[in-house]
């Protein structure tokens, strides 16, 4: 069985950047596709980054394109998430999972993921 646990997040002031990270034990991630998901308090958890099996295709939720970086090791079991120019609204819990990329290619939204979940990152942006 897959464990995922989740390392990086922190406490920063808006505009600067974390790197969390997804590394997995118990088995190889290396045949899944793998995505990051946060959950604020009050909202539930929402899609935020994923990326192919083979590192080569990545998607991103519109809000945070163009500044989160979703990258995988497969060498290492790990999945990354390079996060710049935070904003306060990024502040949540991430979590990384096991995901089905047919179901994010085909409809934009990753669907139910595998259920491989860690205990998550806390990850805080103040103004």
Do not use: H
């Not at 409809?107 to 998550?120: H, K, L, R």
Request: charged share 15%; proline share 4%.
């Amino acid at each position: 069985q897959v464990q995922l646990g989740e390392s990086g997040g922190g406490s920063v002031q808006a505009g600067e950047s974390l790197r969390l990270s997804c590394l997995a034990s118990g088995g190889s991630i290396r045949i899944y596709a793998m995505g990051w998901f946060r959950q604020a308090p009050g909202k539930e958890r929402e899609f935020v980054a994923a990326v192919s099996w083979s590192g080569e295709n990545t998607y991103y939720s519109e809000s945070v394109k163009g500044r989160f970086s979703c990258s995988r090791d497969n060498a290492k079991n790990t999945v990354y998430l390079q996060m710049n120019n935070l904003k306060p609204e990024d502040t949540a819990v991430y979590y990384c999972d096991a995901i089905r990329l047919t179901n994010l290619q085909a409809t934009g939204d990753p669907g139910a993921p595998y259920g491989y979940w860690g205990p998550g990152t806390q990850v805080t942006v103040s103004a």
